[in-house]
């Protein structure tokens, strides 16, 4: 597989002297169930999984620059919910529990779209969930993938029935998304949102959800276009600041 990377992340084959790194994930009761996969018992379980996996040749290893370490894998399977005559492919994604929260899955994800959609000229990804797991679900729609439907009593897992959620986004769809395809830290749009967008602009992709809720809404000196109605309450419903200008919040946030 080709060696992808952005700022944090590079993706890159697995090689055997991985498995130390990939143990010390998959032997995680909070990882591997999520995905509906037993932990690992053992280092030699792992290099045995390590093989298949290097064999099969359509997972990368997630490795995070700062400490050149593997801290989990995404990949780009066949999907099994179309026929031969679509280019589609299902991208599936794990990692290490210690690095959860940082943003590092939607990187790496967005990248694999990329490679995807440019490279590759695929016509669909898709990407599913078993049910209770939204750290999973979260990364979905940040990257701007469309729910499809649930597949009721899809897998047995720990003797018991879990059903998948099923998401989707065409090329069509994702050229549509503009700059948020590749969102950084001061720009980032939810159009699931049922209220998006919360508030009136003309040019709705210069429209950044980054701040939800205004950050200096209890500070009277905010700069904004808010009025102060009689009841003492600050209605900013025709302030558009914190989603045009981020710097300028930040600004005035030191």
């Not at 939810?190 to 701040?211: L, T």
Request: with cysteine.
């Amino acid at each position: 597989m080709k060696t992808l990377q952005t700022e944090r992340i590079i993706l890159r084959e697995w090689i055997i002297e991985d498995a130390k790194d990939l143990f010390e994930y998959a032997s995680s009761p909070n990882v591997g169930p999520a995905a509906g996969w037993m932990p690992h018992k053992s280092i030699e379980e792992t290099r045995e999984y390590l093989a298949l996996t290097m064999a099969d040749g359509d997972t990368w290893a997630l490795v995070y620059k700062p400490e050149n370490k593997v801290i989990g894998s995404v990949g780009l399977h066949k999907d099994g919910l179309r026929g031969s005559s679509v280019r589609s492919k299902s991208i599936g994604y794990v990692m290490n529990e210690s690095y959860w929260g940082k943003g590092i899955m939607t990187e790496a994800v967005r990248e694999v779209m990329r490679f995807a959609f440019d490279e590759l000229d695929m016509q669909i990804l898709t990407l599913e969930h078993f049910s209770g797991n939204q750290r999973s679900r979260r990364v979905i729609l940040k990257c701007g993938f469309i729910f499809e439907g649930i597949h009721k009593n899809h897998h047995r897992f720990d003797d018991k029935m879990i059903d998948l959620w099923t998401y989707s986004i065409t090329k069509d769809e994702w050229l549509g998304m503009g700059t948020r395809r590749a969102p950084n830290y001061r720009f980032y749009q939810n159009r699931q949102c049922e209220y998006f967008p919360c508030h009136r602009i003309d040019d709705i992709e210069k429209f950044s959800c980054q701040f939800c809720y205004c950050p200096l809404y209890a500070n009277p000196k905010c700069g904004g276009n808010f009025v102060l109605l009689s009841n003492g309450v600050k209605d900013c419903s025709n302030c558009l600041r914190p989603h045009v200008d981020y710097d300028a919040i930040v600004e005035r946030l030191k």
